[in-house]
């Protein structure tokens, strides 16, 4: 079975920590991405008063203009990271960013010393569900009208056993 990341031209992006001046690119992926995105102003107040959120983006390498492709936030509360946000330019999705991002993410929560990563999902968007679940992920919870420009439930998946999240990659 071809891998969907063949099918597109090869990109070159590396993950990087998000300063202010992506802000706006940010916010635009943001709007393309989910029916209630967040703010400008709620990405600058994560940036510089929320001492729980570290926040990576995907950059484009070679790219002066709109290098940002994607990007996850992250909040870090005692022992656990719940993954906030996270999504790709929908030109560039199906190319690993997501999954890459995702990799930083575990990774980070990993540094932070995390024992377990938490996170919802709208429980229609499948494609996310099936890239958590191959990183170990498990539906826990489902949260009935979580979302509420249409009431859709939200599913909690938590990834309890951290430290194997990349074994559990090799074995799903």
Known sequence: MM???????????????????????????????????W????????LTKNSAAHLFVAELEDQLEQPVVGYVGLWFIVDEVHISTLAVHPDFRGRGIGRRLLEEAL?????????????????SNQRPIDLYKKFGFQVKARKPRYYRDNHEDA???ILDDLPRWRELIREG
């Open 39 to 46: 703010s400008e102003r709620t990405y600058r107040l994560e």
């Open 155 to 157: 599913l909690l998946m």
């Open 107 to 123: 990774d980070g929560a990993l540094r932070l010393g995390a024992d377990l990563v938490t996170l919802e999902v709208r429980a």
């Open 3 to 37: 891998d969907i990341t063949q099918v597109f031209e090869r990109i070159n992006f590396r993950i990087r920590p998000m300063c202010l001046s992506d802000v706006e690119q940010v916010v635009q992926i943001d709007k393309l991405s989910f029916t209630l995105p």
